[in-house]
């Protein structure tokens, strides 16, 4: 498994990603699997991969030394891309190309074809754009609505990026924000783990501002790790107490079939009415004398 | 999509559903999915289901009606079960039972025969006890170690219950646990929605204690949910900035490939050292050479 998330705000782009890969529980191991292209003051390209390790490796070294264009025979590289969006459209061309050769046979071996990255950057003089790109080659692009991206273990650290990131976020509070987004999903999913890649890329800056490890054990993220966890648990202890528990009279002799919560609205309390609950000897004796011979 | 949680602490359990179905996201329905039995004084059951729910209803319906046991021919109901443990056989029984007149022609609908249930309860004399059921009709039971189960879509309400529920919580304390966990399981996922049921079951009062259907804008949830996404947002805004932009130096001018993040142990640099920057033209021209005819 993995977890990589890329956030796009208005002065960039953030993007983490684990370093553990799996086969099975039994075969675990770190690989890189945020992976940087520049060419500082031209272009700078962030690219996250989750899935398949063979074929998201292939892809990344296609990227590097060139993918045929089918139509012209010619070999073009990341480095040879106009703009962003030609730019994923030949990553997505890579992962064809990986498809063609490789899916039948890991098909055969029971391996599903499965591989998604994350793709951002900028080109000079082109807007700074962040793309999710998808194992049939296509692939969506990031909007100002919702500013982040997630492939791999994503549920785990989905809420607080719902609740925590938009586009107006400072640069540096995005990058916090994707680690505690990876701190959840890491407490969660043992096949995501420690250590953690980090890109920052400014806008119009056309170079890696930041490229960064986490190892395990780095103060910043452990103290991260725990001021989260110490701020959840206050949190919920913050919360008053359900008030339901002062209203038992209103369920303590229900007559009729208690799955039906007290009426609240006339549509529901029809749907609610599915089950009869326990305690009828006499309909029971009566079923199994029907039932027996 | 269905969320149910339950958890067993030592005063008792606390059980919550959502009542979303839906076949596809163009057609949503409510449908109780929480049902509780109750024999007071003698036997206290809830049951909660997720999966299909022509498979759960139908599991429900057999264990008010009465599930054939083969080798007797004779019916039984949750109602006649000895104990805990035989009443979660007779669960995985029925399941079973469904399982042989409905799996294959579903199958033949690629529709799969996927249920899961929660199941937990006291009867006179015995232990309360909190068992998860699934489609196979096998089970696992709660133990203090970890002491809630999930069905459903569980990984958006996990971290926190991960962090916050202990086996000596307070009964009340894991209902308000379970709620901040459903509320982020109804944020994340549109197939999990309003209104949410909930049942406590005090341990050794065989009786329901609490069995109640939150409606969407009932006070105190809101004020949960709204507190909830409040104390998230300070918690990250309390967290300090991370250090590392202070240190772009390290990485402005890498001549080597700028995948290899700066060295920190022998073991991770050579796994981070795998592929190429961008910006080498004449390579890239001799390629594109060498490729045409």
Redesign the interface.
Known sequence: MTYCCGILVRDGIVMIGD?RTNAGLDNI????K??????PG??V?ALASAGNLSVS?TV??LL???V?IPET???R????APTMFEAAQLVGLAVRTVYETDAKLMKDSEINFDVSFLFGGQIEGRRLRLFMIYAAGNFIECTTDTPYLQIGEH??G???L???VHYESDL??A???N??SMD?TI??NLAVGM?I??A?IRRDAL???????I?PGEP?FT??RE???A??????I????????TS?I???S?PEP??A??P??G??AN??N????????AA?VL??QN???
Do not use: C
């Open positions: 370093t191991s770190t690989f890189r945020l992976h940087l292209f520049e060419e031209k272009r390209m490796q990344v070294s590097s030394e060139g045929v025979g010619e070999r590289r990341l480095a040879d549920k785990y989905k809420p607080i719902d609740r925590a540096y509070d990058l916090k924000i680690l505690i959840s407490r969660s250590p890649d980090i920052v170079a890696i501002e930041l490229n960064y490890r190892m910043y103290d991260l001021r989260w966890s701020a959840l648990r206050e949190a919920h913050a919360i008053p107490s359900p008030p339901y528990a038992p209103e369920t303590a229900i208690i799955d919560a007290p609240r609205t549509a529901h749907a609610a599915m089950q009869l609950t326990a305690g009828q000897p029971k079923q199994q039932l027996k011979p």
